[in-house]
C-alpha cells in the first residue's frame, strides 16, 4: 500500500523548488526580475484566453501571472462597460438629431406655406384693379419685414411687370377663388346668396345718397362760410367808417365812447359789460403779445400761399386719382420720373409745409369752412386733379381773407386805433347798434 505522505512530500518538494527559485531570481537584482516577468507576461497575453490560466500556473511567477490575469479580466469587463456606455450614448444621440431633424422640416414646411400667404396677400390686392403698384408696394413690405429675400421680391416683380392688368386681376381673383372657404358658393348662387346681394345693391345705393348728401351738405357750408366771411369784411369796413372821435374814463371806472354826434356810449367787452379802466402797464403788454400773435400769423400765412401756389404748378404734371403718392413711391423706385417727382414735391409742399401753416393762421377756433378745407388738403394729392387744384383755390382764397383782417388788425394795432387812444387796450365800441359785428374784441 502507497504511504499518502509521499503525495504530500512532493508538493512540498515543488513549492520549495519555487521558493528556491525566486529567491534565487531575487539574487539577480529587481531589474532582471522585472524584465524576466515582463517577458513572461507578454508571452501569456499572445496565448488564447483559455491558455493562459494553465501558463501562469506552471510558471515560476505564478503568483505575479495570476494577478495580472484578474487585472487583465477587470479591464476587459471595464471595457466592455464603457463601450457599452459609448453606444447608448451614440444611440441617443442619434435619436435626438432624428427628432430635431423632423422638427425641422415641420418648421420649414410650415415657414414655406405662411410666406406663399404673404405673397398671394400681396397679389390679392390687384383683384378689383389689376393695379401692379399696389402688388409691387405689398411685395416690397414683406421684403423689409423679412418674410421674403430680395431674390425672391426681383422673381415676383418679374412676374408681375409680365401681366397685363387683366391678366393680374384674373391671377389674384383665382387666388381668391381658391382661398375661399366654400368655393362651391362663389361658382353657384344660392337663394341666400341672391338676397344677400340684392341687400348688398340697397346698401350701395344708400352709401352713394350719404356722399350725394354729403357733398350737397359740404357746398351748403362752404356758401355760408363764404357768406360770413362776405359779412364779417363789411363789418371791418364799417367800424373803419365809424369809429369813435374820442374816449374818456367816468368816476367809477367806465370807459365812454364819443361819436360825431356829441353822444358818450359806453364800451362793452365780448360779454356785452362795460368796460372798466386798466393799468396801463398791463395794456401795454397785452397790446406787444397781440402784436406779436398777429405778426406769427400773418408770416404763417403768407407762407401757406406760396406753397399752395407751389402745388397748383405741381398739380399740372402729378399723378391724380387713388395711389397716386404710392405710384410715386413705386415709380421712384425705378429711375426718376418727372410725374412722380411732381407728385412727391406736391404731397410734401401741401401735406408738409401749407396744411401746418394754415392750422396756425385758423387758429384754435376755425369756421366750419376753415375747418373743411383743412380736412380736404389731407391725402388731397390722391384726389382727381381738377378736385385737389379747386381745393387749393378755395384754400388760397381762404387765406387771403385771413390775411387781409390781420394785416389791418396789425396795422390798428401799431397806430393804437384798434384799442383806446389814452389805454392802449380799449376795443371797438359797441353802441348798440345792431349794424357792428361782435367778431372785434380785445381778445380776437
Do not use: H, W
Not at 254 to 272: H, K, L
Not at 280 to 293: H, K, R, V
Amino acid at each position: 500500500m502507497l504511504d499518502p505522505s509521499i503525495i504530500m512530500r512532493g508538493a512540498e518538494r515543488a513549492q520549495l523548488q519555487q521558493q528556491q527559485n525566486m529567491e534565487a531570481l531575487g539574487e539577480l537584482g529587481g531589474s532582471f526580475g522585472k524584465l524576466v516577468l515582463g517577458r513572461r507576461v507578454n508571452q501569456m497575453q499572445q496565448l488564447k484566453p483559455e491558455e493562459r490560466q494553465a501558463f501562469a500556473n506552471n510558471s515560476i511567477f505564478s503568483t505575479q501571472l495570476n494577478a495580472q490575469l484578474k487585472a487583465d479580466a477587470a479591464a476587459q469587463e471595464k471595457a466592455m462597460y464603457d463601450r457599452l456606455k459609448t453606444e447608448a450614448e451614440i444611440a441617443k444621440t442619434g435619436s435626438e438629431a432624428y427628432k430635431n431633424n423632423q422638427q425641422g422640416g415641420g418648421y420649414a414646411l410650415d415657414n414655406s406655406g405662411k410666406k406663399l400667404g404673404a405673397i398671394q396677400g400681396a397679389f390679392q390686392q390687384a383683384s378689383l384693379t389689376g393695379d401692379k403698384a399696389q402688388v409691387l408696394l405689398g411685395l416690397n413690405a414683406l421684403v423689409r419685414t423679412g418674410i421674403m429675400s430680395p431674390e425672391d421680391y426681383q422673381s415676383q416683380a418679374a412676374i408681375v411687370n409680365a401681366m397685363t392688368p387683366d391678366e393680374l386681376k384674373q391671377y389674384a381673383g383665382g387666388i381668391n377663388f381658391a382661398n375661399a372657404k366654400d368655393p362651391a358658393a362663389l361658382q353657384y348662387q344660392s337663394a341666400d346668396n341672391a338676397a344677400d346681394n340684392a341687400q348688398s345693391d340697397k346698401n350701395s345705393q344708400r352709401t352713394y345718397n350719404a356722399s350725394i348728401y354729403s357733398t350737397d351738405t359740404a357746398a351748403s357750408t362752404a356758401d355760408k362760410n363764404r357768406a360770413q366771411q362776405q359779412s364779417q369784411f363789411d363789418a371791418n369796413l364799417y367800424v373803419q367808417q365809424n369809429k369813435p372821435l374820442d374816449y374818456f374814463t367816468a368816476a367809477d371806472g367806465t370807459r365812454y365812447a364819443v361819436y360825431a354826434n356829441g353822444q358818450g356810449i359806453p364800451v362793452s367787452g365780448p360779454s356785452g359789460e362795460p368796460v372798466k379802466a386798466q393799468q396801463a402797464g398791463a395794456m401795454n403788454s397785452t397790446i406787444q403779445g397781440a402784436i406779436l400773435d398777429t405778426d406769427d400769423k400773418i408770416s404763417s400765412t403768407k407762407n401757406a400761399i406760396t406753397n399752395l401756389k407751389d402745388a397748383l404748378k405741381y398739380s399740372e404734371k402729378a399723378y391724380d386719382g387713388v395711389g397716386a403718392t404710392q405710384r410715386a413711391i413705386v415709380r421712384g423706385l425705378i429711375g426718376e420720373d418727372e410725374r412722380a417727382t411732381a407728385t412727391t414735391m406736391l404731397d410734401n409742399v401741401v401735406t408738409g409745409n401749407a396744411l401746418e401753416m394754415l392750422k396756425a393762421t385758423f387758429g384754435g377756433s376755425p369756421t366750419e369752412g376753415e375747418r373743411a378745407i383743412l380736412l380736404q388738403l389731407q391725402g388731397s394729392a390722391n384726389l382727381p386733379r381738377a378736385q385737389r387744384e379747386a381745393v387749393y383755390s378755395r384754400a388760397i382764397q381762404m387765406a387771403e381773407a385771413r390775411l387781409a383782417s390781420n394785416q389791418q388788425k396789425a396795422a390798428d394795432l401799431r397806430s393804437g386805433t384798434y384799442f383806446s387812444q389814452q389805454q392802449q387796450g380799449i376795443p371797438y365800441a359797441n353802441a348798440g347798434q345792431q349794424q357792428l359785428s361782435s367778431t372785434f374784441s380785445l381778445f380776437d
